[in-house]
C-alpha cells in the first residue's frame, strides 16, 4: 500500500517570503499522480498543483512549483511571495495511474502541514 | 466552486443514532468517492463508487454504508453512531473509474457531523 508522508505538521512564513513545505511517500508502482491541496478554514479541499510522474519536468501554477524527485520518493512544493491568503492546511496526496485492481483510484492523503503566514 | 455539493453542511445527533450525508457529483461526473477526515486520523477514504456500482472500498466501518442511485447522486449512511465518528465528511467526484485525464478528484465543502 501506499504511504505519504508530511514531516511538518506546522510552518510559517512571513509575507511575501518563500516557504517550503514538504512530503514523501512510498510506492512500488512506476506511473502515478501526486497533488498538493489546500484546506483554508472554510474547510473546502482546494488542488493547487498535480505532478505526473513520467513527466520529468516540475510543475508549477503561479506562485507554486514543485520539486519533484522520482528517485527519492519526493514531493516538495514551493510557494514564493506568501500571501495571508496563503494560510491553510496543505495536503500531499498520492494517486496510481494504473489499472490494477479495485481500490486504483483513490487519493492517499498525508497528514498535511498546516500553514501561517505572518504579516 | 467545485461543483459538487454536499448536504447537510451541518449535522449534531446523539449515540446511538443514524444519519445520512448526501452527496451530488458535478455534472457528468460519474464516479463518487467519501472520504472521513478526523483530527487524529487525518484524510481516510472510505469507499468509492462508479455509476451506480461499488468500485473500491477503504477504511469504512460496518455501521457504515453508501450507495450511488441512478441519477448518480450518493448517500453515506452512518448507523450507531459513536462519539469517535464526529468528523468531516467529503464526498468527491470525478469523470471516470480513475478520474479525469489529470488525475483530479473534486471535492464537495464537507459535512460536518457531531455526535454528543
Known amino acids: 500500500a501506499q504511504t505519504v508522508t508530511q514531516s511538518q505538521p506546522e510552518m510559517s512564513v512571513q509575507e511575501a517570503e518563500t516557504v517550503t513545505l514538504s512530503c514523501t511517500y512510498d510506492t512500488s508502482e512506476s506511473d502515478y499522480y501526486l497533488f498538493w491541496y489546500k484546506q483554508p478554514p472554510s474547510r473546502q479541499m482546494i488542488l493547487v498543483i498535480r505532478q505526473e510522474a513520467y513527466k520529468q519536468q516540475n510543475a508549477t501554477e503561479n506562485r507554486f512549483s514543485v520539486n519533484f524527485q522520482k528517485a527519492a520518493k519526493s514531493f516538495s512544493l514551493k510557494i514564493s511571495d506568501s500571501q495571508l491568503g496563503d494560510a491553510a492546511m496543505y495536503f500531499c496526496?498520492?494517486?496510481?495511474?494504473?489499472?490494477?485492481?479495485?481500490?486504483?483510484?483513490?487519493?492517499?492523503f498525508g497528514k498535511g502541514t498546516k500553514l501561517s503566514v505572518i504579516p | 466552486d467545485s461543483g459538487v455539493t454536499q448536504t447537510p453542511k451541518h449535522l449534531i445527533t446523539a449515540t446511538g443514532q443514524r444519519v445520512t450525508l448526501r452527496c451530488s457529483p458535478r455534472s457528468g461526473d460519474l464516479s463518487v468517492y467519501w472520504y472521513q477526515q478526523s483530527l487524529d486520523q487525518g484524510l481516510q477514504f472510505l469507499i468509492q463508487y462508479y455509476n451506480g456500482e461499488e468500485r473500491a472500498k477503504g477504511n469504512i466501518l460496518e455501521r457504515f454504508s453508501a450507495q450511488q442511485f441512478p441519477d448518480l447522486h450518493s448517500e453515506l449512511n452512518l448507523s450507531s453512531l459513536e462519539l469517535g465518528d464526529s468528523a468531516l465528511y467529503f464526498c468527491?467526484?470525478?469523470?471516470?473509474?480513475?478520474?479525469?485525464?489529470?488525475?483530479?478528484?473534486?471535492f464537495g465543502e464537507g459535512s460536518r457531523l457531531t455526535v454528543l
Open positions: 468527491a467526484s470525478s469523470t471516470s473509474p480513475g478520474g479525469t485525464n489529470t488525475g483530479e478528484l473534486f
Open positions: 496526496a498520492y494517486r496510481s495511474a494504473g489499472i490494477s485492481g479495485a481500490g486504483s483510484y483513490q487519493l492517499t
